[in-house]
């Protein structure tokens, strides 16, 4: 559902528009001050607004929008806690705590990469090479979430099959990141970052309006708790405005556990050690442009975060007002004041009657439908019966599928044109996400790795082979990854498993390495090994959803899809409540164990002469 | 509150909107606080950091 024509007059002139705009910013760009470097380099300040907005505009993308957007439209705004994590740490606290002392530190040890930050705080060349494995091998699975989350738009409002769309998209991005693009050219960062915000803001007007008001829109929401899917309410769904039901032990708190600890915590903790993001830290000019881009940040994110969770949820209310009839026959009675029941769907064939619709497993499809018609009509035995007609949530429109929660809503809701705006402002936000993702997927190879592992100088010529290799290869795993896996919410499970991956290996030895001189490079080497083994453990064999998707744990278990399958909820537990905790006690633990790193290269850390 | 049922969610809501405005406030009250200065040692990071964007 959701197909329109493929492009009018007004789509293409703004689609020009927009590429000229782009093409003249880059142009201007690259005649000048172009990155955060140039303008260390220059001595000049960037505007707080270019700076924070470049920033939100490589921490938000696609995966964001499409991906939690739609699994808040599954869930509901109990994801609104993201959005609140993202604010209160990925902005407020990583740019007043963690900002400044990564600048300066990376500045006095001369560090480019992430994994070389860690690798020269902690004086270790294995540690840095580790965390460059890590990071290769795993940003991919990012990188396929932000380009899924694009194609899937792009499929719905165009009317194109996914693969095309995909193909398109890997063909953007080749193009975008491969021949040298790779440097984040921060004016057109912003200008992306603007139409995102413009987008956002129409989008989140036209949605609240549509539905009456703020606090229309919220009660009408809040009034559909029963309309939700059994599968959902028997895993702890209470409505789109309500927190999942929350305990321990049954399968009925398996959705808080999910949201809470996946969603939420793993995101919103994981955002403090991406790479990408703490490398950024590191071009900022001064801790005066730090505190400054604190506001743009925050409003930048909340809109970015908040609105695609908002529009999510409430997508449902819209869909059920206005979205497209459907017919079946009565099984059950939700509630007869409010005409809602339990539908078996059905539709008219080429000969006049009415027959059931099944679904993949060959059973007849049954939904909560709000009623707004009966009549009487015969089925295909010639018998007659009544036929009822009504709307239902947007998560029966697009079969359960989070992922296309926002593109049919937008396809189906707005209007064309903005369509067409909104996916230039996704496009936007995944080129800008994909270039430094791919940026720190091509040092981590060179650098990191290369240069490390042969002991090669600097930015040597190998090197740049290297760099530019890992690059396509990258990007190849990443459009295999998207091609291969859609099922559920991809989108946004991929992100979190990178972001919990991240936090549990890294963010220990990260912060420790900024605020504690005791800590030793033997806690810090088994900190991220412990947190990644812990982490790796829990994917293959405990946590449900991904162990049963790869499959080992099958084999192990004769067919379960995790080795705690008879205990509820600890399969649906995500691996950062575990990893984290037990990484962090290791690196206490060794470092009281192990001999304190020596004092001159301590001074040179943290007290040699800097800004 | 503002037609949500469940005060969790409304107060995700308003925080959501309460941080946003403590950022605000943050940015506004340190904006001219810190130094702004680029050291030798800030310019010597960010030729290298040149380099290899280049």
Known sequence: MGEQAVLGWADIIVIVLYLIAIAYLGWLGYRGTRSAADFLVGGRSSHPIIMAVSYGATFISTAAIVGFGGVAGLFGMSLLWLTFLNITVGILIAFTTLGEPTRRMGHRLDAHTFAEFLGHRYQSRGLQIFAGVLIFLFMPLYSAAVMTGGSVFAATQFGIPFEVALLIFAIITAAYVVPGGLKAVMYTDTLQGFVMVTAMLFLLWFTYSSLGGIGAAHQTLSEMADMVPASLQAIGHQGWTAMPTFGWGAQSYHLWWTIITAIILGVGIGVLAQPQLAVRFMTVRSRRELDRAVPIGAVFILLMVGTPFVVGSLSNAWFIDNGPLLHGQVSEVINADKERALVTLMRENDAGAWVYIFNEAEQPVEVPLQISATKQVTDSYGLNFELVSGRSSIITYVRGQADQIIPTFIASALPHWFGVIFFLALLAAAMSTMSSQFHTIGTAAGRDLYEQIAKKAHGSEPSLIVMRLAVVAGLLIAVLISYTVREGYVVARFTAIFFGLCAASFLPAYIAGLFWRRVTRAAALTSMAVGFGVSAFWLLFIKSQEAGAIGLVKLITGGKTSLLADYPNWPSVDPIVIALPLSLLTLIVVTFFTRAPDAEHLHRCFDSPSA | ?54
């Open chain 2, 1 to 54: 509150m503002l037609g949500l049922t469940d005060p969790w969610v409304a107060a995700a809501y308003l925080g959501c909107l309460l941080m946003t405005v403590v950022c605000l406030i943050y940015g506004l009250v340190r904006r001219n606080t810190a130094r702004d200065e680029v050291t030798a040692i800030d310019r010597d990071w960010a030729m290298e950091e040149r380099k290899i964007e280049d």
